[in-house]
């Protein structure tokens, strides 16, 4: 067994030892129901963790993580998580985080057979023929993948909104909020891309529309 593998379970004791000398009843606690009040979506990077870019304690952040933080309404993972949070959790917000340098969206344009890899970043290739007049016109190459950086994150938060549990609650309470982040390895800032959703989701409501019933998911506060 390697030396660094042993290291995890020698800095999970000190983890351990660390929270009770803060608080006896934490774990006691800990282990009590979770009531978050963010669904985070994220890149499986190892760069880029949620609750520590988010300075979360546990508990707080409910958290799903794919190559290239991905919302593909066929894929069972993350259509499960997201109805779980919504309809058992009860989330206030769900965050589609993204971050530049992502592997995931430099692959997915590199002309190369990545087998089993194909069907996944065929989604991001997707999102550049949605954008490809806009990306096209980049000149430089690392502001073109920054850009589609930022375009992923905004249409897998289209995905989102697509999914009929998130706009049934959202009729009956104006929630969940949707929100499309982008984590900047290079400064550690999460920059809040402030995606005008009530403008992309009035030209697309009569498309995606699941309830019969006039829905905007409008930028609230609370």
Request: hydrophobic share 40%; proline share 3%.
């Amino acid at each position: 067994m390697s030396q660094s593998y042993k290291v995890i379970f020698e800095n999970n004791k000190k983890w351990v030892e660390s929270k009770l000398a803060d608080n006896p009843e934490f774990f006691h606690d800990l282990a009590k129901t979770q009531s978050p009040d963010y669904l985070y979506i994220g890149c499986s990077d190892s760069r880029a963790t949620a609750e520590e870019l988010m300075g979360a304690k546990p508990g707080e952040v409910f958290v799903h993580r794919n190559i290239a933080n991905i919302v593909n309404t066929l894929d069972m993972s993350s259509t499960a998580v997201i109805q779980y949070a919504v309809e058992h959790l009860k989330v206030k917000h769900i965050i589609v985080c993204g971050h530049y340098n992502c592997g995931g969206v430099k692959a997915a344009m590199t002309p190369e057979d990545l087998g089993l890899l194909n069907p996944w970043l065929r989604n991001i290739r997707d999102v550049y023929r949605l954008h490809q007049s806009e990306l096209d016109s980049i000149e430089d190459e690392s502001l073109r993948y920054d850009r589609l950086v930022e375009l992923n994150v905004q249409e897998q938060c289209i995905n989102v909104i697509k999914m009929a549990c998130v706009q049934e609650r959202y009729i009956l309470e104006e929630y969940p909020v949707v929100h499309g982040w982008v984590f900047d390895l290079r400064t550690g800032k999460i920059i809040d891309l402030e995606i005008d959703f009530e403008k992309i989701l009035k030209d697309i409501q009569k498309i995606y529309n699941l309830t019969g019933s006039n829905w905007v998911m409008s930028r609230k506060t609370k």
